[in-house]
Each structure stands twice: as C-alpha cells, then as structure tokens.
C-alpha cells in the first residue's frame, strides 16, 4: 500500500503570511494527488486535485505542485477563513493509508 | 449540485452490528464510483471502502476486512455499509464520499453519520 507522510503536524500563522504545506509519498504516485480542508465539524473539501489543478470555486491564493513523491500545497496569503486541517491523498491506487495525518493550520 | 446524505450512526455495543446507508442526488449515481472514509474523534481520516459503479470491484482497510461489507443500489442512488463485529476502534464518523469519473479522487463528501461503539 502507497502511504502518505505530511508536515507539519501544526503550523502558526498570521492573517497575510504565506504558508507551505509538504506531503510525500512512499513509492511514485505520477501526479495523482489531492489536497483537501477540513474545518471543526464540517466534511473535508476538495481545493487541488492532478497535484496543481485547482478545484473550481477555490480561490487563486490556494496553489499545488510537485510530482513523482514529494508535493506541497501552498496558500499566498493566508486569510481568517483559512484556519483549518489540510490533508493530502493519493489516488493513484487504493489504500487504507492514502491521507496524510494532516497539518493544522492555527493562529499564530 | 452533488449532495450525498448518510445516515444509521448510532450507539452500539462492542460484538454489535449496524447499517449505514448514504442517498445521493444531483448527479448521475451509476457512473461514479463510491466510498466510506472514517474519521476516530480527533484524528485524522480513513479510507474504509471502495466500490466500482458495477460493484465489480471492492476494497476494503485490513481494519475493516471480514467485519464489514459495501454495496450499493443504483437503482436507489443509495451506497451501504454493513458492519457486524463491531469495536471500540471503529467508533468514528462516517463519510459517505463520491469519485471523480474513473478515478478514485474522492471530489464530493457528505456530511458524515457518528457510529459510537461502547458498553
């Protein structure tokens, strides 16, 4: 089974940063990956999918590349309603283990 | 729009069983493939299940292999999740989850249904 690492686990940020997020897997995936958000109580959200393509509706400040095993999903300037868990998933093929563990995104 | 709508979370025992069902609408149902992705409390997400628009193909976690079963009715709209033998450690919140066309990228989730399992 392909198994996703994410980093980091937590990240603290202001209103107007920019912030990173990385996500690596254990054997090539191409491009076939996702990034979702996820808020407190809500299912999560497709923003990225082919590793760059964004999901309509998203907003441009959202932003995916990488290929082969390592990605990262970049927001330009983070706003308030940014504030959330982000996860990556493989879709190359099925596994128990596509999502990474997550990287929560909080107020610095 | 896409709207998928699970349901049968309940509170249940350890040994005991329970039904899940999801209703989907707003899209052509017997083209996509679905899926249940599991959430503990606090924790992250789970691919559970998978099953090809025929039911032709079906994955399952080794954490859930035996134990549970998915199906689906196109006729209905309506993707299942049988569980049987239930445990502590499969309490969490079940998302009913909709592929893209002949992907697994999962690009619709529900709202989720809580399965609390506790003596």
Do not use: H
């Not at chain 1, 191409?30 to 590793?51: C, D, E, R, V």
């Not at chain 2, 909709?98 to 399965?115: A, N």
């Amino acid at each position: 089974d392909i198994q996703m690492t994410q980093s980091p686990s937590t990240l603290s940020a202001s209103v107007g940063d920019r912030v990173t997020i990385t996500c690596r897997a254990s054997q090539s995936i191409s491009s076939w990956l996702a990034w979702y958000q996820q808020k407190p109580g809500k299912a999560p959200k497709l923003l990225i999918y082919k590793a760059s393509s964004l999901e309509s509706g998203v907003p441009s400040r959202f932003s995916g590349s990488g290929s082969g095993t390592e990605f990262t999903l970049s927001i330009s300037s983070l706003q308030p309603d940014d504030f959330a868990t982000y996860y990556c998933q493989q879709y190359k093929s099925y596994s128990p283990e596509a999502f990474g563990q997550g990287t929560k995104v909080e107020i610095k | 729009e896409v709207q998928l709508v699970a349901s049968g979370g309940d509170l249940v025992q350890p040994g005991g069983s329970l039904r899940l069902s999801c209703a989907a609408s707003g899209f052509t149902y017997s083209n996509y493939n679905m899926n249940w992705v599991r959430q503990a409390p606090g924790k992250g997400l789970e691919w559970v299940s998978y099953i090809s628009t025929s039911s032709s193909t079906i994955y399952y976690a080794d954490s859930v292999q035996g134990r549970f079963t998915i199906s689906r009715d196109n006729a209905k709209n309506s993707l299942y999740l049988q569980m049987n033998s239930l445990r502590d450690e499969d309490t969490a919140v079940y998302y009913c989850a909709k592929s893209g066309s002949g992907s697994y990228r999962i690009d619709s989730w529900g709202r989720g249904t809580l399965v609390t399992v506790s003596s």
